[in-house]
């Protein structure tokens, strides 16, 4: 696994050298296998790179007939709502690129049938991600154990997140029932998170975890001293951010407030 930081001056710069790196690995994963399927993050910090990708320079620089959108996580409102993530990533990105709409595949969300829900979007996952054999023996001791079998994990070519404030990932909050959220044959869970008294569907931290590229994006003052603790030793317990042991890359793109705790960590 191997971690990388990148700095960059704002959000904007931040969300330029972020949709550049999306250019890259869009293209290798379409030279490699034809598709590149990507779950997009919520909240506010990556709207603007959403917004850079559906312009120009980038928007032409992507074969959006060969891109599968999913989601990381999603809230429990309408798809029309302005909460829904589905709904900024529409606004910002979805509606202004030639996305086959197939391959859009929003989670599905209802508080009456939320677990099905997420066993829904679970199996969705299974039948449309290319699958990453996973190592056949145990990593070294890791928080979140990759598969521990042959058996095989269904794999994003790029998992976009966002940090919380708590240290939150997707919608993998803390104390939010992690046993569950960890379990490999999870694909997709629902989550209750007390802090907000709301359900949410989430990936699950495997699914997340067996990525080829994970790309985390924070930005703003708000964010230096989380972003300081998710980079530090693993606290007891964990911060969500901390459980995630990404298999192969994850790459964190800051603007210069919210690395602005680091010291000494920086890839330049
Ligand atoms: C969500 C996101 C969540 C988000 C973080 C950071 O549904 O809200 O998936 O995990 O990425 O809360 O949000 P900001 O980018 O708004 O700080």
């Given amino acids: 696994m191997q971690r990388q930081i990148r700095i960059s001056a704002d959000l ?15 293209a290798e994963a379409i030279a490699a ?16 790179l959403y917004e850079r990708l559906a312009a120009a320079p980038f928007a032409r620089e992507i074969d959006w007939s060969c891109v599968h959108i999913y989601f990381t996580d999603e809230r429990c409102v309408p798809p029309d709502h302005q909460d829904s993530n589905f709904h900024m990533a529409s606004e910002a990105l979805l509606r202004h690129v030639l996305i086959p709409p197939e391959q859009i595949h929003r989670i599905g969300i209802s508080l009456a049938y939320i677990r099905q829900d997420a066993a829904a979007y679970a199996e969705l996952l299974r039948k449309h991600l290319p699958k990453s054999v996973a190592p056949g023996v145990l990593p070294p001791a890791t928080l979140v154990r990759p598969c ?5 994990m269904p794999q994003f070519d790029l998992v ?7 240290g939150h990932i997707a919608s993998l909050f803390p104390a939010a029932g992690i ?3 960890e379990r490999e044959d999870r694909y997709a869970v629902a989550v209750y998170v007390d802090r907000l008294k709301a359900w949410r569907i989430s990936l699950s931290l495997p699914v997340i975890a067996h990525a080829r590229h994970i790309l985390m994006l924070a ?3 708000e964010k230096a001293g989380i972003v300081r603790r998710a980079l530090d030793a693993p606290e007891s317990p964990p911060l969500p951010v901390q459980r995630l042991q990404p298999v192969h890359e994850m790459e964190w793109y800051l ?3 919210a690395a602005a705790q680091l010291r000494d960590r920086v890839n330049r």
């Fill in 12 to 26: 904007e710069a931040l969300s330029t050298a972020a949709a550049s790196r999306w250019v890259a690995l869009a």
């Fill in 33 to 48: 296998r034809g598709e590149f399927h990507v779950a997009l993050s919520g909240g506010a910090t990556p709207r603007r």
């Fill in 148 to 152: 521990t079998s042959k058996e095989s």
């Fill in 160 to 166: 976009l997140l966002g940090l919380g404030p708590d």
């Fill in 179 to 181: 046993a569950v959220t």
């Fill in 219 to 221: 930005a703003g003052e």
């Fill in 255 to 257: 603007d210069q407030a």
